[in-house]
């Protein structure tokens, strides 16, 4: 089915055809409509055109409403103040336009087919080191731009860029040879342990290893040659390595999928990825020009870019010894996902505090033409996630937090709130709405708040019924659910010939913004307007609910019907929304 105009949309194409009509001249001009509290919509385009064609606005805009002819949609259309129009629309055609959304499986959103192709860099944990709760807000975010990227038509290649390569891996695969069952994993009946228990293993390891790595000069000494033979490909080396790196799957696995996200195998390429490209990226960036020889080390600088003495400070994609860097890395990743993936937009979900490393990552990209006017790449950053005291989140003993901690933390404080209000569910049933109760929550606090802004970490208002929290809204798509439980033989029904309360006019208003608010959250890259979208569609339900009785006291039958009919497109639209920022909507609460 063709996406559906929204009511913004054919009001605007109205004001259009009016200010076309009554002056030619300005035919092309912008109405600048908008939502407004004083009516359903305002146009204030007249102002800027009264300017420049030197007329009075009033008149100009008393002389385009008079140009409109009588229609279905627009009940009323007022001049107010220098020039202003205040636009309200029929119930009819609003009744008409949620109807026809109604009928569509994807509630009118538009499909874009010739969209293009975003690679999306996001969730990036590292090898052989415990999640923690600053990789929270990469993945969520990252998982949440996928799904509303998607759904608009996007075509979305994932990647999650490892940490998998480096000078700590020498440390541990010698440590491994010296001491081979260390990371003996299977049980004696032959199942796998956990990733819990795999990342036990692996911190064990890590420690062991570098307090021998701190006490053994001679230790270090083999643990750097290690190095030297996992970067010349050496088969011993590199097989150890890889039990890490499948070591450390097993518990990223299990904590992606603890936050109910799907990572698959074949998306995560982590830096070790890019290790045969280093040298020809290196190359080219050489001899086109784009990095110079600066002390032995291979630069690139910028002329906005300077330290504190105010002397340039370089971008360096290879050092003076001859090892490679980030940025050597990044800027390989680029050509490959540019050259192999086809990409026409690179998407990195990651923390702000890197931002001056993408920008010149981005500029050496640009220089070197593998970012053009075809290409381009987005660093979406994003804030620090703070404790209640405001101050970066640490444990009492001034650890980080461990991300599987806070994680089982809120799935226990959802499930004493799901267990206290429910009435007829199973401790099963209460034990799995409580994990998703909780893990929306975690993932509704983080997509709420812009992502570029810090955010407080806190599960006493995460797991709250009342206020912007993921479970405001699963209460809300569970109350709607409860309703049509007891709506007998009365079916959801749309009546355009029915005059509308304030509360659902207001209701199916904001219903009809659905396509335009997924259309602005893919293109800004900002989920958390979907998710003050659907808070707003909460919390005007919630006054519908009070002031639009829909069973008791029970209205007319065609009343009733119109209600239900409002109530299911809320529960679709709902769960969409929340589908879309990767929270599930359970049926019963």
Request: a negative charge; glycine letters at 6%; one cysteine or more.
């Amino acid at each position: 089915m063709a996406s559906v105009p929204s009511l913004a949309s054919t009001v605007q194409q109205r004001l259009a055809d009016g200010l076309s009509a009554a002056l030619p001249e300005a035919a092309s001009a912008d109405p600048l409509l908008r939502r407004s509290d004083r009516a359903d919509f305002q146009a204030n385009g007249i102002l800027a055109l009264a300017k420049q064609l030197k007329g009075n606005p009033r008149e100009l805009a008393t002389r385009v409403v008079a140009a409109i002819p009588e229609n279905d949609v627009l009940a009323e259309i007022e001049v107010s103040g220098p020039g202003f129009l205040n636009i309200t629309v029929t119930d009819a055609a609003i009744v008409r336009t949620l109807a026809a959304r109604a009928a569509d499986a994807r509630l009118g959103v538009p499909f874009n087919e010739s969209a293009g192709t975003t690679v999306i860099d996001y969730a990036q944990p590292n090898v052989a080191k415990e999640m923690h709760v600053g990789h929270l807000r990469s993945a969520v975010i990252g998982a949440a731009m996928v799904e509303i990227l998607e759904f608009t038509g996007e075509s979305v290649v994932r990647r999650h860029h490892i940490g998998d390569w480096g000078t700590q891996f020498g440390m541990l695969i010698q440590f491994l040879i010296e001491h081979p069952h260390e990371l003996d994993h299977k049980a004696e009946d032959g199942i796998e342990v956990s990733g819990e228990e795999a990342m036990s293993n692996l911190n064990r390891l890590y420690k062991a290893s570098r307090a021998l790595f701190d006490s053994d000069e001679e230790f270090k000494t083999r643990a750097r040659a290690r190095v030297v033979d996992l970067q010349a490909g050496d088969e011993e080396t590199l097989a150890l390595w890889q039990r890490f790196v499948d070591e450390s799957k097993i518990y990223f696995y299990s904590v992606f999928d603890k936050l109910d996200m799907d990572i698959r195998d074949a998306d995560v390429v982590g830096e070790s990825g890019y290790n045969e490209m280093l040298a020809e990226t290196c190359r080219i960036l050489e001899e086109s020009g784009v990095a110079v020889r600066s002390e032995g080390a291979l630069c690139v600088f910028f002329d906005d870019v300077k330290g504190p003495d105010g002397n340039p400070t370089p971008l360096i994609v290879q050092k003076s010894d001859g090892g490679f860097g980030y940025a050597a890395t990044d800027l390989s990743a680029i050509r490959d996902r540019v050259r192999n993936l086809k990409a026409t937009t690179l998407l990195y979900v990651v923390d702000a505090r890197q931002s001056l490393h993408f920008k010149m990552v981005f500029e050496t990209a640009r220089r070197a033409g593998w970012l053009n006017e075809d290409v381009k790449a987005v660093q979406l950053a994003f804030g620090t996630v703070l404790g209640k005291d405001g101050k970066p989140f640490k444990t009492r003993e001034g650890e980080t937090v461990r991300l599987v901690d806070l994680l089982d933390e809120a799935i226990d404080r959802a499930s004493a709130v799901v267990r206290e209000k429910a009435r007829d569910l199973t401790e099963e049933e209460i034990s799995e709405r409580g994990t998703q109760v909780g893990i929306g929550a975690v993932k509704y606090a983080d997509l709420s708040t812009s992502a570029a802004r810090d955010y407080k970490f806190d599960l006493d208002q995460m797991v709250s019924l009342n206020g912007d929290t993921s479970v405001y809204l699963q209460y809300a798509y569970a109350r709607i659910n409860s309703i049509f439980g007891k709506a007998g033989d009365r079916k959801p029904l749309a009546h355009p010939e029915l005059e509308l309360a304030p509360a659902e006019r207001a209701l199916g208003l904001h219903l009809d913004q659905f396509g335009e608010v997924i259309a602005e959250a893919a293109a800004e890259y900002a989920p958390h307007k979907l998710a003050a979208y659907l808070y707003q569609l909460a919390s005007l339900y919630t006054t519908f609910y009070d002031q639009c009785p829909v069973i008791k006291p029970e209205p007319a039958q065609e009343v009733a019907e119109n209600r239900l009919f409002l109530c299911e497109l809320t529960a679709r639209t709902l769960h969409q929304g929340m589908a879309l920022l990767g929270i599930r909507t359970p049926e019963r609460l």
